[in-house]
């Protein structure tokens, strides 16, 4: 919350921090895609409300979210899965054409693991429920940016999916051993921290060889990535 200090007789303004927080300064822009109106104007509302986080648009439809993104994209796109016209997996596989560097939320009102999957799939970077608490709803948002984890049950489709489409070897890739095993753990479901942990490196770093994995798999998002390994069987046996 901005703290307002006052002593020479001009006021200034301090933005305060949570030390683990990972979002830049600067407002996050985020577009809400949902066809049903209270829906998308509560969320709106709720974006406007919290600090570092900007609504850039709301929109019905897909096709008039594409549109609007031709002249201004947003960092993030709250979209749902179910939309009249174009769907929402449509809508994500051309947001992730058109403009590589939006991240993909999707909404959904139940924790449907194939439209999920196929979401992710699609390039989406992680989900979050309709009904999730407000909380629940901006710390997705958040962490979007850094790595949303997929939950286990998804994580187990993507590892059966593997056994589909020719296998490639990560040397292929000139990836190192080290890249390997984060892309593994992506391929997992696991979030960066718990990737930081598990391997006893900074988030940072974990950051830093995961921007390498996409420069050398040419893909821009984890869902891209992960869609990548499934595809050539990466981890297959």
Do not use: W
Request: charged share 25%.
């Amino acid at each position: 919350m901005p703290v307002r200090m006052y002593g020479t007789g001009i006021s200034h303004t301090v933005i305060t921090q949570n030390p683990s927080e990972t979002n830049p300064p600067a407002s996050l822009e985020v577009a809400v895609v949902e066809d049903d109106s209270v829906v998308r104007s509560t969320f709106a509302e709720l974006i406007n409300r919290t600090p570092g986080l900007a609504c850039l648009g709301q929109f019905r439809t897909c096709e008039s979210a594409l549109e609007a993104f031709e002249k201004k994209p947003p960092r993030v796109a709250l979209m749902d899965i179910g939309l009249p016209g174009m769907s929402g997996i449509e809508g994500a596989r051309k947001i992730k054409e058109r403009f590589p560097l939006v991240d993909i939320l999707m909404l959904t009102v139940y924790d449907d693991d194939e439209k999920i999957f196929q979401s992710i799939c699609a390039g989406a970077s992680g989900y979050v429920l309709k009904n999730s608490e407000p909380a629940e709803l901006i710390r997705a948002i958040l962490e979007i940016q850094t790595g949303a984890p997929m939950t286990a049950s998804i994580a187990r489709r993507v590892l059966s999916f593997v056994r589909r489409g020719p296998p490639i070897r990560s040397s292929d890739l000139d990836l190192t051993p080290r890249e390997f095993d984060i892309l593994q753990s992506l391929v997992e479901g696991l979030s960066y921290k718990k990737i930081a942990d598990g391997l006893f490196i900074s988030p940072l770093t974990v950051h830093t060889h995961i921007k390498r994995i996409y420069e050398k798999l040419q893909v821009h998002s984890r869902g891209e990535a992960v869609s990548k390994a499934m595809r050539h069987r990466l981890f297959g046996r």
